[in-house]
């Protein structure tokens, strides 16, 4: 009797005792906004007593679904567009996917060669076949928007998709062998930062003003772009100056949660105020 009594509290104690698993966050390259914002929630957290575990390096939007729907990303931070991409393609998948926060705000940026002719994104649908456009990677956060774009107006699908990005494609567009490309980011982002820094001389940030892209819609039925303005001055070295704001299109960055593995409604409960908490600062560091 004193056997089974001791096992029977041990075991409770282990069960007490045993630290709860932790929450994966799926987020993005270690230097950019997702990961850090990443790191801000897993500090808020902390001190709620849930332990999340934040994933970089994954391959951003794209990547964070495929790894939720893996059973190894819990949650992740992303792009709406993905979300879009993955209902269109793949609804049944679409449909384990819950957004539970909004983040910063992000701006799509496109550059294009000085000798080029592009003024503006809506230029490329005139003569399609004689452009090309530079989005990375299949899966990439700008491919995922040039298909969007697609759908809402098939007329670009004849663009040119060129799977570079970074200072490849810089150097593509800036020297005439790529039209234009394409930077889905926050305001002051390092790749246009760097446009601006070293390229200046061979490229423009144009507008994107085709209104038939503000048609989408996301997962829930609500708009999935808005229409903002890059304000002057925010690339002040050569792709701006200070008198020459860029409408384009913009959306917020979100925090989704897989509702096939995120099921313990308290880890969910503390893991949504985590993120409202740190929202705020998020949104200082990255913007509104």
Known sequence: ???????????????????????????????????QAGDMIKAEAKGAGLDVQVVKGTGGTWGNIQLSLDGKCDAFIGQPDGMAYLKRTEPANAAKFLPIADLHREYLHALCGKNSGVDDIGDLENDAKKYSIALGERGSGAWLIWQNLIAEDPDYADVKPVATSGDDALSAVSN???????????????????????????????????????DAVDPQGKLLYTYAEIPSGTYKKSLQG?????????????????????????????????VMKSRQAIVSNFGS
């Open 242 to 274: 200070w008198f020459d704001g860029k409408d384009t299109l913009t959306w917020l960055a979100k925090v989704y949660v897989n509702t096939d593995n995120l099921i313990d409604p308290e880890q969910r409960k503390k893991l949504i105020r985590a």
């Open 1 to 35: 009797m004193k056997k089974l009594f001791l096992g029977a509290a041990l075991a409770l104690a282990c069960l007490f005792s045993s630290p709860a698993a932790a929450l994966t966050l799926c987020t993005g390259a270690a230097d950019q906004p997702y990961a």
């Open 176 to 214: 005439d062998q790529t039209t234009c490309m394409l930077v889905p980011a926050a305001l002051g982002n390092s790749v246009v930062n760097t446009a601006d820094d070293l390229y200046g001389d061979g490229l423009l940030l144009v507008g994107v003003n085709d209104r038939d892209f503000d």
